[in-house]
């Protein structure tokens, strides 16, 4: 519970919209308790009388009736008019939804043709025939409003079951031998519980002011009973000569419809899992940076990185994803970064053009030089000129990546003309030529294809391609052929091989395959926890391998033909980000690992081009094999 009132107050809105209808509610429920005149007692010799008289506070309506009273005990009447009128739409609704979803076929279509009857007509003139029909009253404007509010429910809650009633876990409850009625009651309705709750959050405010609507008509509440709405009606013959007895009934109704609106877009993310990192915060243009001072260094390479960290503020824990990583990437040369899932890979590439998404993304030190700039320096005008023209990313899944509804020669012609003016005629010439040279085949057809009509690899070269556009200096491939058939996998590494051949790009290349480093790679870099751990020339790397973390990496793949070697795995699991162990963060899974390792930095050793972080490293495989 604490949790989740933490997330619904990160919602400054949401958190003035509680408290607001908190107080009202507290207030409302306390009515017989506090001093006041009654409701409904007359005194036409005080009538009209304006706030602030005395012993009336708000004044008195027409018969002389206090205001105050009559708002308290009317406000405490419409709000539970209002959520009694939610729960009773929510849970007919609901069942509906949930039934309909589940069951398909012919019951589908007979409940949501009921529904689709309902929602042909205007909901308030339905409201208003079904209270015609039972007459006024407010038990009877309350059924008319919960029912022309079903609708809504049965549509959201039956869209949400039929996306569920075909997933695994469902299959599964009915091999189970559970029965309709008991995967709807523990399977479905647990997962769709938020989203009612959601849905109820959303309409309490909307169902008041319904309620005060037929109220205000005369065909709610009736005399002397008091609700907002009727307050309002029996005010409006003097909304001229005395205003407050109409305005302090409407600015109630605008207050309560306010804050549970207000609430309810609290409760809505506060119960989305996604809130809890941040991801529904609207992200920044560039990562946010938050760090004033830092050694400045000659440059090396192209591309320098220089003790670069990221992190993830989320609430009080932070995650150090990036922990003063250093790299370079010589012109036309082709750096291969590899390691476990969540060692900060993907994290590293995006933070040198600043794609963090912030919240909760921070750069917190280092920079990063580009031909002698430091781009976290930049300002964002010049760094948005950058990506994409000098440096370029190929994503892992260019589904996910490819606009759906464009096509593939559209998205192309955006990339190359948000960098330069040309033609359209020009700039599809030029996208053609560039799928050709990524060497997809009927390239002219495919200019117009959507990406759903391309296979994996299709896609893939289409992403490369649209790194392309602007002949970039630069590119980084963040495990582009990870979802790829060994068949394709081998063919997009060959293109790239060859594309950075015959242009001289310079390519940081994201991977878990360390048979992809050894093909592709001049150098390679082994990332563990944030950090790199190893760094040197492919060959020398992947042939004697110094850290146990690397070695350990190497000896985990299998090896096609003798299978004269036993497989070798990595015990334990990665650490937590937001609490690392102190010292080298891979000694609890370490075989060497001594005292010295879990206190202290551990030094980077450079010797010659290459470097390890480790107080014991491997020096031989003789060594090796006699640990």
Known sequence: MTGFLKLLFRNRLAGLGAVILAVIVVIAVLAPLLPLQPPDITDTARRFLPPLSEGHLLGTDHLGRDQLSRLLWGTRLSLAVGFAAAVVAAVIGSAIGITSGYFGGRIDNLMMRGVDMLMAFPYILLALAIVAALGPGLTNALIAVAVVNIPFFARNIRGVTVGLAG?????????????????????????????????????????????????????????????????????????????????IPGLMIFFIVMSINLLGDGVRDALDPRLKSGALSRPQARTMQK??????????????????????????????????????????????IIGESGSGKSVTALSIMGLVASPPGVITGGAVKFEGRNLLDLPFRELRDMRGRRIAYIFQDPLATLHPLYTVGDQMAEAITVHSGTSRADTRRRALELLKTVRIPNAERRLDNYPHELSGGMRQRVGIAMALCNEPDLIIADE?????????????????????????????????????????CDRVAVMYAGRIVEE?????????????????????????????????????????????????????????????????????????PRAVRCHFPEASETEAAHA
């Open 167 to 247: 997933r695994e876990f469902i299959d599964a409850a009915r091999l189970g031998g559970k029965g309709h009625l008991g995967i709807i009651l523990t399977e479905l309705l647990p997962n769709v519980m938020p989203v009612i709750i959601v849905a109820m959050s959303t309409t309490i405010g909307w169902m008041i002011l319904e309620t005060a609507g037929l109220s205000f008509l005369g065909l709610g509440s009736q005399p002397p009973q008091a609700d907002l709405g009727s307050m309002l009606g029996e005010a409006r013959g003097a909304l001229i000569t005395n205003p407050w007895t109409s305005i």
């Open 291 to 336: 760090f004033t001072d830092f050694a400045d260094q000659p440059q090396k390479g192209l591309l320098d990185l220089q003790k670069l960290e990221t992190q993830f503020h989320v609430g009080k824990r932070v995650y150090k994803a990036v922990n003063q990583v250093s790299l370079h990437i010589e012109p036309g040369e082709c750096l291969g």
């Open 480 to 520: 582009p052929t990870t979802a790829l058939d060994v068949t394709v996998q081998a063919q997009i590494l060959a293109l790239l091989a060859d594309l950075r051949r015959e242009r001289g790009l310079s390519i940081m290349f994201i991977t878990h395959d360390f048979g992809v480093v050894g093909q592709l």
């Open 536 to 608: 040197g020339p492919t060959a020398q790397v992947l042939e004697t391998p110094a850290h146990p973390y690397t070695r350990r990496l190497i000896a985990s793949v299998p090896e096609l033909g003798g299978g004269k070697r036993e497989l070798v795995s990595i015990p334990g699991l990665p650490p937590a980000m937001d609490d690392l162990p102190p010292g080298c963060a891979f000694a609890p899974r370490c075989h060497r690992a001594q005292d010295s390792c879990r206190s202290g930095a551990v030094p980077n050793r450079r010797t010659g």
